[in-house]
């Protein structure tokens, strides 16, 4: 993936903020969950300086409802993004990404038809990247 201009990676980040907001807003969180949290938090080389810029308190996080559909659709791009960001894809990161699509009012099989487009992009002839239009270009394809 080769995706990382700092605007992109702020808004990826933005979205794990939510991701993390809905698990530890439940009364009890799975390990594996954790784990799967935890691990993108890694490889998105998250650091101190990080919360600090986003202003960020752990305890205060709260899920975010959003209200436009694109936003929410580039929310879920943003995990699968994340999931893929390894190149390996674990059934506990699918299930994670399933929960927070639903939680966001789209179908679950928004994420393998999301995941798709991701692993095939590098097939693809684009060089430039634009989230938002591969958003909204998928958003017209499919019915999210």
Not at 12 to 29: E, H
Not at 33 to 53: A, P, V
Not at 56 to 76: G, H, R
Request: hydrophobic content about 45%; glycine content about 2%.
């Amino acid at each position: 993936m080769n995706e990382n201009t700092q605007e992109h990676l702020a808004s990826v980040k933005k979205s794990y903020f939510n991701i993390m907001a809905l698990f530890l807003g439940r009364d009890m969180i799975e390990s594996r969950f954790l784990r799967c949290l935890l691990k993108w938090g890694i490889q998105l080389n998250f650091r101190t300086e990080d919360l600090k810029q986003a202003n960020v308190d752990i305890s205060d996080l709260k899920f975010l409802t959003i209200d436009d559909k694109v936003v929410k659709l580039e929310a879920i791009y943003h995990l699968v993004y994340m999931i893929y960001l390894d190149e390996v894809v674990e059934d506990v990161e699918l299930e994670v990404a399933t929960i927070y699509a639903t939680a966001l009012g789209f179908k679950p099989t928004v994420v393998s038809d999301l995941f798709k487009s991701i692993a095939t992009q590098p097939f693809d002839q684009t060089r430039h990247r634009n989230v938002r239009q591969e958003v909204l270009d998928f958003l017209k394809v499919n019915d999210a």
